[in-house]
């Protein structure tokens, strides 16, 4: 028997992303809840697994929920900004994730948190789940539960709850996706089985040394060793500053020939911990022989950084806590997200169909923008396009998560928040990232403490009340529709996306707003968020080059620099720049990034004519 027994109404488990950000919700929401994790760091993939240069979602528009308030909280203690390298236009220290989602933990009296733990058991009727037991320093704890959501990376819960889930690959027979392998290359070619999910990587990270200029670093080939082409695509100083963080620590989580890890994955789902254990030594030892080849190769720019728990708690550890897991376990919901879902409707700037249910009600309760990436040994997977140029730079068409993803087909009180969502093995390589899997967990949390409030299971709860509590969160309000020409603090943001749940014919199929004007005008507001706080002001000449490209020719060149590459992530730059056909002379604000390297615009002050 337990030695101890407790009850919340919401019970999370797992500290991933998603796990952490459904705690956060659901006790913001007015829910008592506790939080078991198995790590003492949150946030899994942003703090944890060291993933600190974040894919999708990069647009003002996409910058909503608790995505949108955990990049505004970097951007706020990080003097330097955020445009540290060239993968992603954020980049911050796994330090810092964890002290602002520790700092947002602790400010909730009514959200409890043990870390350490092990799910053991679970209490289950035919259509409802009772309780969750975990073993803490050697002792079983009983939490008795209303509603219980699965935040973990790997869908831990699935097989203790004895839930069908699905894990590996689905023919295109299925459901006809276009990228997926048909029936007979899975039963016939050894490869599927030898990658049954996407492979993983255990990030390592590397320091730079202060004075290491930006690009390029001294270029060496990595002779005689089992990573020498993993610069051959972009050159030993790219490949470093690939995943440069503040302070010159460089996350290492290289797919080319770099350390993903291809071998024996099954071990990560067969329940038997010995073989786990074993899987994660070998992934650590790959991590650390490929930071030690590119060091050795660096003439001193380079050598191993501390950035995570070391055993005495505090970051001490080149090797991130926990490895980071593109896919686990995957529910079997009361609807399955699969790779037309997430495709856009026509070519170039198109957004993916809206879900809705049988009445016609949109569904969707979170909104992502991820092209669609899935990590092999080998040549790059084919894979549907859904990228077009937006900004002076390439950026994914948008799509929405619906609610049935998230709840279960057998149980009426379970949630998946995190990877474990119901998706096919093709469009979780567009679901799975940092920021939609941030604000999935925000919806699921909602919707566990609307659960409660309202004395009905989670599939039973009104779709619109959801997304109204999401829309109207007074913390961190959360799109559930895309608005590509609406930012998260434009003052019509949160009426435009109510009236588009209520009319979805509002939305333009390339997911603009019909309910009359919505370009800002220029000059624009030039402090609208903490992500320009290093932004400078700036004299010179946008200059359109081919197609959707555009520079910036300095008056004052930077750092010896006079023609920049210009991106934004501002809808009302993007429309400046597609109008932009001849050079003219212009006062910007902007965030320069040598790594990129790219000017970011946030605003134009002033322009006159052609030049």
């Avoid at 990590?375 to 609610?403: E, M, N, V």
């Avoid at 943001?493 to 997911?511: E, I, K, M, Y």
Wanted: proline share 9%; aromatic share 8%; net charge negative.
């Amino acid at each position: 028997m337990p030695l101890h027994s407790e009850s919340a109404p919401v019970v999370v488990w797992g500290g991933g992303t998603g796990g952490v950000a459904a705690a956060i919700q659901a006790a913001r929401s007015g829910a008592p809840t506790v939080l078991l994790t198995p790590g003492r760091w949150l946030g899994g993939m942003v703090s944890a697994a060291g993933v600190c240069c974040p894919d999708g979602n990069e647009l003002s528009p996409w910058q909503t929920g608790l995505w949108g308030a955990f990049l505004r909280g970097l951007a706020a203690s990080e003097p330097g900004g955020l445009d540290q390298n060239w993968v992603s236009c954020f980049g911050f220290r796994p330090a810092q994730a964890e002290a602002l989602l520790q700092g947002w933990v602790a400010a909730l009296p009514n959200l409890r948190w043990l870390s350490g733990c092990r799910p053991v058991a679970v209490e289950r009727s035919e259509r409802l789940v009772h309780s969750l037991t975990v073993e803490q320093n050697g002792q079983s704890q009983r939490f008795a539960c209303s509603v219980l959501v699965d935040g973990s990376d790997r869908g831990d819960l699935l097989p203790l709850l004895d839930l069908s889930f699905r894990l590996g690959w689905e023919a295109q027979e299925l459901w006809h996706e276009p990228s997926a392998p048909t029936k007979g290359r899975i039963s016939s070619e050894s490869f599927f089985e030898d990658q049954p999910v996407q492979s993983p990587t255990w990030v390592v990270m590397g320091q730079l040394t202060s004075d290491a200029p930006p690009l390029p670093l001294p270029e060496k080939p990595l002779l005689a060793s089992p990573f020498e082409q993993a610069c051959q695509s972009f050159g030993l100083g790219q490949t470093i500053t690939y995943g440069r963080l503040p302070g010159g620590l460089v996350m290492l989580n290289w797919p080319l020939h770099g350390n993903d890890w291809h071998h024996g994955l099954q071990r990560a789902f067969a329940g038997v911990r010995s073989a786990e254990q074993e899987l994660f030594l070998e992934m650590q030892k790959h991590s650390h022989r490929f930071a030690e080849a590119l060091i050795e190769v660096s003439n001193g720019w380079l050598s191993l950084g501390q950035a995570f728990p070391s055993d005495s708690g505090s970051p001490g550890s080149a090797l991130a806590a926990m490895p980071y897991w593109r896919e686990g376990r995957r529910l079997i919901g009361r609807q399955t997200v699969i790779e037309q879902d997430l495709l856009p409707a026509q070519s170039g700037r198109a957004m993916a169909p809206l879900p809705v249910d049988e009445a016609g009600r949109l569904t969707s309760i979170a909104v992502g923008n991820y092209a669609n990436d899935h990590h092999y040994p080998g040549a790059d997977w084919p894979l549907a396009p859904k990228s077009c140029r937006w900004g002076g730079r390439w950026s994914g068409t948008p799509f929405c998560i619906p609610y049935g993803a998230l709840t279960s087909a057998d149980l009426d009180n379970f949630l998946a928040a995190d990877k474990a969502i119901s998706t096919s093995h093709m469009a979780n390589g567009a679901t799975r990232l940092q920021p939609l899997i941030f604000n999935i967990g925000q919806a699921a949390g909602a919707a566990a403490a609307l659960s409660v409030a309202l004395g009905r299971p989670p599939v039973h709860l009104p779709i619109a009340a959801l997304q109204e509590h999401l829309i109207s969160d007074p913390v961190a309000p959360s799109g559930v529709v895309p608005l590509w020409d609406t930012p998260w603090n434009d003052p019509n943001w949160a009426g435009r996306q109510r009236a588009v749940v209520q009319d979805p014919t509002l939305l333009s199929g390339s997911g603009c707003w019909l309910g009359g004007a919505t370009e800002p005008s220029l000059p624009m507001d030039p402090s609208s968020s903490p992500l320009d706080r290093a932004q400078q002001r700036l004299r010179g000449v946008l200059v359109p080059l081919e197609e959707g490209v555009y520079a910036f020719d300095l008056e004052h060149p930077y750092s010896g620099r006079r023609r920049w590459p210009v991106i934004s992530l501002e809808p009302a730059i993007d429309g400046w720049l597609q109008r932009l056909d001849q050079p003219k002379s212009a006062e910007i604000l902007g965030c320069f990034n040598p790594w990129g390297p790219w000017l970011r615009v946030s605003a134009v002050l002033g322009s006159v004519s052609g030049v």
